[in-house]
Nanobody
Framework: QLQASGGGLVQAGGSLRLSCARSGRTFGTYVMAWFRQAPGKEREFVAAISKTGSTTFYADSVKGRFTISRDNAKNTVYLQMNSLKPEDTAVYYC????????????????WGQGTQVTVSS
C-alpha cells in the first residue's frame, strides 16, 4: 500500500516536498515513480527512481526544478518541487513496480491515492 502526502497550496515560485510511504519490508525491491494528472488531462510522468536510487530521470517539463529521492530505510520516496509554476497544478500520484523503470503509467502495478498540488499565480 502506498500513501502519498505533502501536497497543498503554494504561490508560483514556491516549493513543496511530497512523500510517499510504502508499508512492508520490501520497499527496496520496487522502482518508484511520480505521476500527475491535471483536470481534463491524461496522467503524465513526472519522475522515476531505481531501486537503489542510483538512477533517476525526469519529464522535460520538471527537469532542473524537481528532484526525486528515496530512503529505503524509511520506506519512503520523495519529490522535492522547487520553482513551482501554475502549470504544475495537478493531483500527484506515486507508483511502484517490481521490475520496470518506465515513463508509462501502465507499467506500474501499484498506486497511491494521490495528493493535490495547487500553484497560484
Amino acid at each position: 500500500q502506498l500513501q502519498a502526502s505533502g501536497g497543498g497550496l503554494v504561490q508560483a515560485g514556491g516549493s513543496l516536498r511530497l512523500s510517499c510511504a510504502r508499508s512492508g519490508r520490501t520497499f527496496g525491491t520496487y522502482v518508484m515513480a511520480w505521476f500527475r494528472q491535471a483536470p481534463g488531462k491524461e496522467r503524465e510522468f513526472v519522475a522515476a527512481i531505481s531501486k537503489t536510487g542510483s538512477t533517476t530521470f525526469y519529464a522535460d517539463s520538471v527537469k532542473g526544478r524537481f528532484t526525486i529521492s528515496r530512503d529505503n530505510a524509511k520506506n519512503t520516496v520523495y519529490l522535492q518541487m522547487n520553482s513551482l509554476k501554475p502549470e504544475d497544478t495537478a493531483v500527484y500520484y506515486c507508483a511502484a513496480d517490481l521490475q520496470v523503470l518506465s515513463r508509462r503509467p501502465r507499467d506500474y502495478d501499484y498506486w497511491g491515492q494521490g495528493t493535490q498540488v495547487t500553484v497560484s499565480s
